[in-house]
């Protein structure tokens, strides 16, 4: 790769010990893509958050950063394994709050917002069209590139953490125009309507394509909290990083010839698959993380009733500050439905504690089967909060 002046003192160590691997890192992936250069980035989003997944080694790995490395560029988290101040409510063990939270320290120490969330979008981590970005998490990465038109590959937690003390990626992948082009068309058979059935096209669309770049034909409109959900969706079931919209999203695309159809079918047997639970005991709304929009939502729907089961309302810390404001926490928390700020079902340690989750998120499925092993109920918001209340 051609680096400039600047890049090889960096992988000199010219720059310090954090930015010295940080440049090794990134080099070693652009050598191993092909990449010409380095190119600087806007925003990062890093993964890789959650002390049930970094272990000790990770903590370490991140001590060792934090000694001298400070992020050049706009830098969230994904979620955590816990809320990082209500964790006691939601039934986290001690030792593994206080290894979460050595966790954020050191992300801390390196000048990262520790907003920790999967929809960055919402709480201001909003790159422009055409940006080029490093994040990390699958449904943010899938909005950031089709939704909002930047650009970014699906990083791992460690080139993504790179990308913020150096503020450079390695230019292959999505970065590049000539691989952001469209491969097979996918006619839809009936525009979806609601975030659950957004979930099931994109599970069905991703069973029958996998990765390919989908020019998608047939939706007539989708509202963000839609988007977020068939991105989530898409991501998971299919691993796509990137899709167009005819008349939706912003980025222009050649137009493929291979041509394949969604049936109705399909995608009600997608919600068929989907559901297996016999027994629910956890409710969850908020996979990728909660709107306010959806937060007032649940507060109409809650006003006045008492849950039966534990109820999760996951979102990023200062929406939840946004619906106190607006009162809709204090509703929700009256009901006794809980906040899982920072935090969601895929990340937090829930396996063995519930038996069956009702949500309205296809990814949501997805993890609570794969992750907790729990049964699933995969139903509408309104669905999801009778069962809640035991209506
Ligand atoms: Fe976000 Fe967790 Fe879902 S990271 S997309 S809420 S599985």
């Known amino acids: 790769m051609e680096l400039t002046t600047e890049e090889k003192e960096m992988l000199e160590g010219k720059h310090g010990a954090a930015v010295k691997k940080s440049m090794e890192i990134l080099t070693a992936l652009g050598d191993i893509f092909g ?17 049930h997944n970094l272990g000790d080694a990770g903590l370490e790995y991140l001590a060792e950063l934090a000694k001298d ?13 816990m809320d990082l101040e209500n ?21 801390g120490k390196m000048d990262v917002i520790t907003t920790c969330t999967c929809t960055p979008y919402l709480v201001g981590n909003k790159p422009k069209q055409g940006d080029h970005i490093s994040w990390s998490e699958s449904s943010a990465v899938c909005y950031a590139n089709s939704v909002l038109g930047a650009k970014t ?16 990626t390695a230019e292959f992948g999505f970065h590049l125009d000539e691989n952001r082009q469209a491969q097979v068309i996918v006619e839809v058979p009936e525009s979806p309507k609601n975030v659950m059935e957004f979930g099931a096209l994109g599970y069905a669309i991703g069973k029958k394509i996998g990765k390919r770049i989908p020019l998608i034909r047939g939706v007539d409109k989708a509202d963000l909290e839609q988007l977020k959900s068939f991105c989530a969706s898409i991501a998971t079931y299919g691993g796509t990083a990137l899709f167009h919209m005819d008349g939706i999203t912003p980025n222009k695309t050649t137009v493929p010839e291979e041509k394949v159809e969604i049936t109705k079918e399909e995608v009600e047997n997608a919600i068929k698959e989907m559901n297996d639970a016999d027994e629910i005991d956890f409710v969850s709304i908020g996979c990728p993380h909660a709107t306010i929009e959806e937060v007032e939502k649940i507060a109409g729907m809650l006003e006045g009733k008492k849950v039966q089961k534990e109820f999760w309302v996951c979102l990023a810390r200062p929406i939840k500050e946004m619906a106190e404001k607006k009162g809709f926490a204090k509703t929700i928390t009256d009901s006794g439905a809980k906040f899982a700020c920072d935090t969601c079902l895929a990340v937090a340690p829930l396996k063995g504690r519930f038996k069956g989750i009702a949500t309205n998120s296809a990814k949501g499925v997805y993890y609570g089967r794969g992750k907790n092993a729990f049964k699933t109920k995969f139903c509408t918001i309104e669905e999801c909060v009778k069962e809640a209340v035991g209506e």
């Open 35 to 51: 990449a010409k250069r380095l190119i600087p980035v806007t925003s990062v989003q890093i993964a890789g958050v959650s002390y």
């Open 69 to 81: 490395g400070k992020t050049r560029v706009y830098t969230t988290l994904n979620p955590a394994g």
């Open 87 to 107: 964790w006691q409510e939601l039934g986290i063990d001690p030792e593994f709050a206080k290894k979460q939270k050595l966790v954020i320290d050191a992300f």
């Open 153 to 168: 590959n699906r990083e791992g937690g460690p080139s993504a953490l790179a990308s913020a003390l150096t503020g450079k």
